[in-house]
Each structure stands twice: as structure tokens, then as C-alpha cells.
């Protein structure tokens, strides 16, 4: 077996679940070999701030800052600004933290001062003490809109403000069709010994990076070892609605479905014990699949399903 810790991983990544699984990576993995491609679909300009929910949440696993129990945010931040600002009569459905607050101002800051998302977000990446790359998608405008039974939502008034309650009719990854990949997309997925598709929801999370131009089709061409990590175990998402997502849409939530939605590009697929009935189809997709635990409860978890999943793409390349 290769040294794992040579390895330089890139990895595709949005939401909780793909936070902490390289949560556990970086503990396999020295963070200098570890270039992370984040969603930017549902990011939004509120109070005049940017805010990159996806790039944060894994900005903040990483650093240990993340609120354990919600996933996302800062553990122990105060809300006094959100508080504030309900006095002048704003609504504030979206819970931005005091400390977190600051990551927005940051940022924004960046930005009008002429840098890009991807130089801003190694800033704050250094700032926090992080040696990963994590390089948003892309630079350009693209965002995630939720097409209901209540009309057209941008994604967090969808996914926060209105709870996923409207039912969903489609999804449109506005801006994906122009949207270049930031500078060092194509060279790390080109670069990378190991691809991996984090646990993430294969539509709202991993969808958008895929839409952008020259992705999808790397990956096609790719002849490195390219594996996912399911995020539906036993026919239930591990956190979030990419369950009730997938009935909306039509599509059975199953891991067999994500295997199918990443079926012209993925080589080998990491599958919860309990899916087990699941191999022969998914294998039947022409896609190798491992089975192992993949429900993340405590580090010591995240650590040993990173290391399955560097095992897993490495036994196929050998
Ligand atoms: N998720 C919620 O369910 N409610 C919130 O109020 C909320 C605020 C929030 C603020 C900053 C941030 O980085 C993430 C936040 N999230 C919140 C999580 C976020 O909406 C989603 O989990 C992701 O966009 C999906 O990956």
C-alpha cells in the first residue's frame, strides 16, 4: 500500500457533511496536498456582505471553529448584530453570527478592494491558519435557484427561510454556462493523484460545481482514480434534504441514484455497510463499490472514512 500521506487529494465539496469528512482527511493528509474545489452556488449578498456559506463551513471544520452541533457558524458566537439590526426592522432569518459576521465584512472588504472570491478566500484561509487550498468553483456569478410550488427561490431563501417546505420543481445553477473555473480548478482536479467527491447532496451541492464549463468533462477524461462518498444511507440523507429532494425530482433517494447521477465519470464508490443489497446494481454501472461504516459521528469516524476512501481509490489503480 502507497504511503497515504504522499498523496495530493482534490476533492469537491459543499455543505456539512463534505466539511466534515475532511475534517478527518487533514488528519491523513498534510494539508499542503489537499486543494478543495468549494460551492458557491449558495452564496448571497446580505447587509451588503458576500457570504460563502459553503466555503465557510469548511473554512471554520478546519480551523476547529465550527459550531459542533449545527455544522456551520462559529461555536459560542453571539448574535447582538443580528439583534441590532431586527431593531431597525430587518428580518433576520438568516443567522449571522457576531463572529462570523466578521469573516462577511472581511471578505466583502477583499473583494471591493479588487481581489477575486479565490484570493480572498486563501486570505481568510491564512488568516485562519490554514495551509489546504480551498478554491471556490468559480469567480464568476453563478447561484443556485430553486424553482417551487411557491415560485423562483434563490437557494438559502429556499433552503433557510422557507425551511425546503415548497415543493421543488427543478433547479437552475444560474450563471453556470458563462461562469469560467477560478484559477487552479482545471490544474488541481489535473494535478491530483486522488479525486473525491465528498458526502455531499449530489444536486445542490456538488451540482453546481459540476455545471461549470470544462468540469464535468475533465472528469470523463480523467484516468485518475475518481471516488464519492455517498451522503444517502439506507435510503435517508445524513444531514440535510437531499432525500426530499430526490422524491421531488423523481428520483428514488438511494445510493444507487447518486451512483447513477455520477455514473460517466465515477470509478469507485463508498457505500454505507447498510446499503449492502445495493453493490451488485451500483457494480452494474460499470462503478467499483467498497462498503464500510460512513455515518461521521466523532473525528476518530471522519478519520477512518477518509482513510477507506483514499484505500478504496487507490486498490483500483493498482
Ligand atoms: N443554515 C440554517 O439552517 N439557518 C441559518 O440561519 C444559517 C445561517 C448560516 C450563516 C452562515 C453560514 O456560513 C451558514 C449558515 N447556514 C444556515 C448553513 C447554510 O445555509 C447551509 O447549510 C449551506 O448553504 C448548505 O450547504
Not at 440535510?240 to 447521477?261: Q, Y
Request: hydrophobic share 45%; net charge neutral; with cysteine.
Amino acid at each position: 500500500m502507497e504511503d497515504l500521506s504522499k498523496l495530493k487529494v482534490t476533492a469537491l465539496a459543499g455543505g456539512v457533511g463534505a466539511a466534515r469528512f475532511l475534517r478527518g482527511l487533514i488528519e491523513v493528509i498534510p494539508q499542503e496536498n489537499v486543494s478543495i474545489i468549494g460551492n458557491v452556488g449558495d452564496d448571497l449578498t446580505l447587509y451588503g456582505l458576500h457570504i460563502s456559506p459553503d466555503l465557510d463551513i469548511i473554512m471554520y471544520t478546519l480551523a476547529d471553529l465550527v459550531c459542533k452541533d449545527k455544522g456551520w457558524g462559529i461555536e459560542g458566537d453571539s448574535f447582538k448584530c443580528l439583534n441590532m439590526l431586527s431593531r431597525y426592522g430587518f428580518d433576520p432569518w438568516f443567522k449571522l453570527g457576531d463572529m462570523d459576521l466578521a469573516t462577511h465584512i472581511y471578505r466583502t472588504y477583499l473583494l471591493r478592494s479588487g481581489l477575486t472570491l479565490s484570493q480572498a478566500t486563501l486570505e481568510l484561509c491564512k488568516r485562519l491558519g490554514l495551509k489546504i487550498r480551498l478554491i471556490p468553483v468559480t469567480n464568476d456569478y453563478l447561484r443556485t435557484v430553486i424553482y417551487s410550488d411557491a415560485g423562483r427561490l434563490p437557494f438559502q431563501e429556499y433552503f433557510v427561510k422557507r425551511r425546503c417546505e415548497p415543493k421543488l420543481l427543478s433547479v437552475v445553477f444560474e450563471g453556470a454556462e458563462e461562469a469560467e473555473p477560478a484559477p487552479g480548478v482545471l490544474e488541481a482536479l489535473e494535478e491530483a493523484d486522488v479525486i473525491i467527491l465528498c458526502p455531499s447532496n449530489p444536486i445542490l451541492s456538488i451540482g453546481p460545481i459540476l455545471a461549470v464549463k470544462g468540469i464535468r468533462s475533465l472528469l470523463r477524461k480523467s484516468l485518475r482514480p475518481i471516488v464519492a462518498v455517498s451522503p444517502i444511507v439506507a435510503g435517508k440523507a445524513l444531514k440535510g434534504p437531499a432525500d426530499k429532494i430526490m422524491l421531488e425530482l423523481g428520483l428514488k433517494p438511494s445510493a444507487l441514484t447518486v451512483a447513477e447521477l455520477y455514473r460517466d465519470f465515477l470509478k469507485v464508490f463508498v457505500v454505507d455497510v447498510r446499503d449492502e443489497s445495493l453493490k451488485p446494481e451500483v457494480e452494474q454501472l460499470g462503478i467499483k463499490v467498497v462498503l464500510t461504516d460512513t455515518i461521521m459521528s466523532d473525528l476518530n469516524k471522519q478519520i477512518a472514512l477518509a482513510r477507506e476512501t483514499l484505500k478504496a481509490a487507490l486498490e483500483i489503480h493498482m
